[in-house]
């Protein structure tokens, strides 16, 4: 692995240059490496981040994909990683015009990484050097410790689907700030109408000295208003101290609980347990919003590349060259999901709504289809709709927004189904549906959706952690549930319940099934499913289970 050469970041800034004329924004430093595939291979299963600690299983995916490529050979033509300074790592094998082309791709991410909202997060730090200093504290952790270290990395690595990516975003941004403290709110909301329960006419009166108090006294509103609210009533403060920790909502994220309550982790001989945890937790939150935005970030980084690539003269004569190779990546596919064709036409999309003037209330009224059709307004505010779309969306609002029935019909889109020819032995495609609310529901349905898993706060009565799965459709992975669970006891040093819901009975075709339904026998309509409430308890490693 080393750094490109002179004359390929020459070519690296002059893609900037177009770039940033073309709307985009990011930052001047970037780093640019020429890697073999070897090197590719061995910097995936640790998601291109060079530094990141060293684990086993990142040492088994290393070996599982050079058994896959000696099988199936290929060249992967680039990756790009947020961090500060954002790195890129190019394939050796990738002629002067690829990398045109990919060089508008990477920048296309690196854009998308330094815009969209829900990477706020990562936007104050540099990953690659806080990855750096938790390997080596991992490394030193493993000299005192052994296996052991390895050991609860395993079991927190069992619960980094599930961390506070949101609460996170909330805490980074806590939205427009408010001239007024929570002791206000609850004096006015729940003390004077539910406490004291003063009659209107009190009430409006303690409202106007409020606000001729802020006028006063400004900045100190709260400190002189209170002062006189506490003579009269001196239990206020108790009350609202009561208040504000009964209102406080649970956490949703078990590894912060853990860290913070687990009595066996607070021990002074187990602290550097916490240590690694967090970073376990702090390497999840990183790449929460990639998982969340895939389908846009390579939508948008795709839309780049092909404007921005075609319009350089530097490529002259290999028109050709871009055509294969870019339909090869932005292809869409007949059957399954291809999120670069996908999120690249959805941009274009959006973008010819905006131009004509269709991503409107006028618009949307509209039923006559030949009318829906012939709409055009000439608004031409295409390329500022898209920047706003990069800039606020993830992938569940980019599809709910965007994907209605004139998206589905201009790319023929559809629905396919998969039945068993039962004369011939084998599976058949057919189209199913074309109705964009059953194909947008199908991508939805292939989104990245983690488990709501919260910590109950009144336990399980004998100091065991119980949790609640806060059902939505899906079950857990039911072959998973004792390996989590015997890491969760041992984290918290005692017993673990998990409250979740099964399937007791599947019913299809006039038949009642205990499993699963078996491919010859399922019918077309959807099954129905029978569930029942469950409470899975592990306790010195033994996992039970018994229905609620």
Partial sequence: MELIDQKTKSIMEGCKDRARAAGLRFNDETLEYIVTNRDLLDLTPKYMIPTLYDYWVHDVEVLKERGRYELYPHNPYETVINTRPAISFYNDNNPDWMNVMIFYHVLGHIDFFQNNSYF???????FSGQALADKRLIANLRSIHGRWVDYVIE??????????YFSELTRKDPGPERSWSDAVDYYFDVFLQD??????????KELKRYNESAKEHGA???SAFFSDVRKRNPEFDSMFQKYRKDKAPPSVDLLQFLLEHSPFLNKGENGWMKSVIEIVRKTSLFFQPQIRTKIMNEGWASYWHENLFLSDERIRGHEVDFARTHSGVAALQRVGLNPYALGMRMFEYVEELGDKGKHSLAYRRLKDRVARKEFDTGEGTGRNLIFQVRTTLCDHLFIDSFIDQDFVDKHKLFVAGRRLNQQRGAWEYYVKSRSADQYRQMVLDTLYHPPYITVRRDGGGDGSLYLEHHFEGKPLVNEFIANVMLGVEYLWGGGV??????????????????????ASERGEEKPEIKWRRVVYTMENRKLSKKEV
């Fill in 497 to 518: 319940k998990l409250e979740t819901s099964e399937v007791v009975s599947i019913s299809s075709a006039g038949k009642t099934y205990t499993g699963k339904i078996p």
């Fill in 120 to 126: 706020e997060h990562t936007w104050d730090n540099d």
């Fill in 220 to 222: 100190k509103t709260d």
């Fill in 195 to 204: 406490v004291k329960k003063v009659t209107t006419a009190e009430y409006m």
């Fill in 155 to 164: 079991f927190a690595r069992g619960l980094d689907n599930i961390v506070g």
